[in-house]
């Protein structure tokens, strides 16, 4: 569920303006425009499709598989944080207007349990495709 989600909605391509999982937020496809503008700077950067090996360390074939692995969690961190935060502010505020409590110790428990590891991980592996896939399609 987590790698299809991220798919459609989450994937490195919200840098652009005109992606298709930009597309697939609708009308709220305008919240990702700060990601783009503030953290991403630019597609395919560092904190959106994730760090690369430098070509010295070519000869070290452990630490440049280690950094395609994990680097490649870097952007998809960076999203999932983005989007929480996103969704605390809001939350926060309509606490803060409407005058009760939207956010229990349920969505808290939630959010640190073992359904939202498992959907980090699709996430992470959703990422992971989408970037190999952007390396071995693009000249650049």
């Not at 560092?46 to 490649?72: D, E, M, N, Q």
């Not at 870097?74 to 502010?89: E, F, Q, S």
């Not at 409590?101 to 989408?130: M, N, P, Q, R, T």
Request: glycine share 10%.
């Amino acid at each position: 569920i987590g790698a299809r989600l991220a798919t459609r909605f989450v994937t490195p391509d919200t840098d652009l303006l005109h992606s298709t999982p930009v597309r697939n937020w609708g009308r709220l496809g305008w919240i990702f425009a700060p990601y783009r503008e503030f953290i991403a700077k630019g597609h395919r950067g560092l904190l959106s499709h994730g760090i690369t090996a430098p070509r010295s360390w070519r000869r070290y074939p452990r630490r440049v598989l280690f950094v395609k692995i994990f680097g490649t969690l870097i952007g998809t961190g960076v999203r999932t944080l983005y989007l929480l935060l996103l969704l605390l502010v809001i939350t926060l505020s309509l606490d803060w207007v409407l005058g009760f409590v939207l956010v229990s110790d349920k969505v808290i428990g939630f959010v640190l349990s073992e359904v939202a590891l498992y959907l980090l991980i699709g996430f992470g592996i959703s990422d992971y495709v989408h970037v190999f896939y952007d390396r071995v399609t693009s000249h650049r």
